[in-house]
């Protein structure tokens, strides 16, 4: 695959001057990557609520449809960019094979094939080992692979779309791919939180390894964003929609009927289990936003070097104020209703008892000053990677 190299800034997409709509081919993009989180957190309260009882359940059938979805307007980019495009189209993509198209679509054609490999491959693994067996397996691990790509595939080809747009000052077009741009991001932060779903439980949330967990996988994302993006407040709107997405699957997915089929039944349910009320990400966001308005101006700035460790500071901080007594509130009486779903998201094998209430500290490390010294460091780390990677995106043009 040919590098990338900076695209002159005085040219711009043939249609970026008129269009304040989406390309279709990104509109189906993003609503591929919308369809694989909706279905994955489906699948997830499936398996919690019935068990795997086939392949073809509605939740698989919404992850494969994002695939096949992203893997079509990837392809259709690169066919019709190859064989019919412009010179002016052909000059914002990337060779590959004797085929032209935009990274981001390359990203997802690889994460759809990616995921329509692992189908087979995942029947045949639960026909052999079991229809409900643990998460961590080599056809979930493609399959995980390939979500995660064709997700990245969509936040690179509505940023492609934002940076030339930002290039021709068309300012409507901008502000429309600009907000894709953030929605795309907040799709791939919920697929992160619930990467780190078993670990985010309101239980372990005055534990230490909930703590490094998070420093070192949201950060990252939150900061790249808030760089590269060319809309101000840009890693708090990216909040905004991972909780909202999530907000969504909490409050609908127990609204349906549903019953375990796998024994051992210990907790009989009659409705979806719902996932995770969403982390309280958006004020650590809104923080991040305004350190990197007043310090370091747009993403085309140069962060200085005290602008990570700050950043890690404040997120670590403000994530431990809100987070830490909000999650003893999660596990009180008060919480324990449909509006924050406190006792919805137990799955049907467990033994009812007092410790669903209560912190979890044996064999987890607490939260100790040593502990969040740890933290902050790993914060530090991955701030200062999600600026390079935020410089990084705020040149991508192809």
Not at 373 to 378: E, K, M, Q, R
Request: proline share 7%.
């Amino acid at each position: 695959m040919e590098s990338i190299t900076p695209f002159p800034k005085t040219a711009t997409h043939p249609r970026a001057a008129r269009a304040t709509t989406l390309p279709w081919t990104v509109a189906t993009m993003l609503l591929g990557s919308t369809s694989i989180i909706v279905g994955l957190i489906w699948d997830i309260s499936w398996h919690m609520t019935i068990g795997r009882d086939t392949f073809w359940t509605p939740a698989h059938m919404a992850v494969y449809l994002g695939g096949v979805l992203a893997g079509l307007s990837g392809g259709w980019l690169a066919l019709h960019t190859t064989f019919a495009g412009t010179a002016d189209e052909r000059a914002v993509t990337v060779r590959f094979w004797g085929f032209r198209a935009p990274l981001g679509a390359w990203v997802a054609i690889w994460g759809a094939l990616a995921m329509l490999t692992s189908a087979p491959f995942d029947d045949w693994w639960h026909s052999a080992y079991g229809l409900d067996v643990k998460i961590i397996s080599p056809p979930h691990m493609v399959l995980a692979a390939g979500m995660i790509a064709i997700q990245i595939g969509a936040m690179l080809l509505v940023l492609a779309l934002q940076n030339r747009a930002a290039a021709g000052e068309t300012g409507g077009e901008s502000r429309v791919l600009g907000t894709a741009f953030l929605y795309a991001a907040g799709v791939v932060l919920l697929m992160l939180a619930s990467v780190l779903m078993e670990d985010s439980y309101p239980n372990a949330q005055h534990g230490a390894h909930f703590y490094r967990a998070s420093c070192l996988v949201y950060p990252v994302l939150l900061a790249a964003v808030a760089r590269a993006s060319r809309l101000r407040w840009a890693a708090t709107k990216t909040a905004l929609f991972y909780t909202v997405l999530s907000l969504a699957m909490v409050w609908i997915l127990p609204l349906f009927p549903a019953q375990p089929k796998l024994a051992p039944i210990n907790l009989p349910l009659d409705h979806m289990a719902a996932p995770l009320f969403p982390l309280l990400l958006i004020v650590p966001a809104c923080t991040i936003d305004l350190i990197l308005q007043r310090r370091s101006g747009t993403g085309a700035r140069r962060a200085r070097w005290w602008t990570a460790p700050l950043l890690a500071t404040a997120f670590l901080a403000l994530f431990l104020a809100v987070q830490w007594p909000f999650s003893k509130f999660l596990l009180s009486p008060a919480a324990q209703n449909a509006v924050f779903a406190g006792d919805r998201h137990w799955d049907y094998s467990r033994v009812p008892g007092d410790w669903m209430t209560q912190y979890w500290h044996k064999n987890r490390p607490p939260m100790t000053p040593r502990a969040a010294g740890a933290a902050w460091l790993i914060a530090a780390v991955s701030a200062q990677v999600g600026l390079g990677l935020g410089a990084w995106m705020a040149r991508v043009q192809r």
